[in-house]
């Protein structure tokens, strides 16, 4: 089993950037791939990107591609997940999560371990 924390969420106004870790405890991340999720007030959780085990594979969601970028340093046992160019639109709470599952996936119930999540909040 592993235990996922984020840190990093805030207050921006629009346009600016931030850079969201997730960091784990209990088991090395490298045994999982991983993505990031975000779930807004009365939204359903929605996915954001997802990367391979070793990195070498990522996956976005149409809204985010080319303003956030996801990576991780297996060696810390982070992930990260860059981003850039912040809309209003971008405002919700977001988790990491960590999957068994090899394959690229994007929906939450291929997920099996989940973070209390950091809030990102952008200010038009």
């Known amino acids: 089993q592993v235990q996922l924390v984020e840190s990093g969420g805030g207050l921006v106004q629009a346009g600016d950037s931030l850079r969201l870790s997730c960091g784990a405890s209990?088991?090395?991340?490298?045994?999982?791939?991983m993505g990031w999720f975000r779930q807004a007030p009365g939204k359903e959780r929605e996915f954001v990107a997802t990367i391979s085990w070793n990195g070498g594979s990522t996956y976005y969601a149409d809204s985010v591609k080319h303003r956030f970028t996801i990576s991780r340093d297996n060696a810390k046992n982070t992930l990260y997940l860059q981003m850039n160019s912040l809309k209003p639109e971008d405002t919700a709470n977001y988790y990491c999560?960590?999957?068994?599952?090899?394959?690229?996936?994007?929906?939450?119930?291929?997920?099996?371990?989940w973070g209390q999540g950091t809030q990102v909040t952008v200010s038009s």
């Open positions: 209990g088991r090395t991340l490298s045994s999982y791939r």
């Open positions: 999560a960590a999957s068994r599952s090899w394959d690229t996936t994007t929906t939450p119930t291929a997920y099996d371990y």
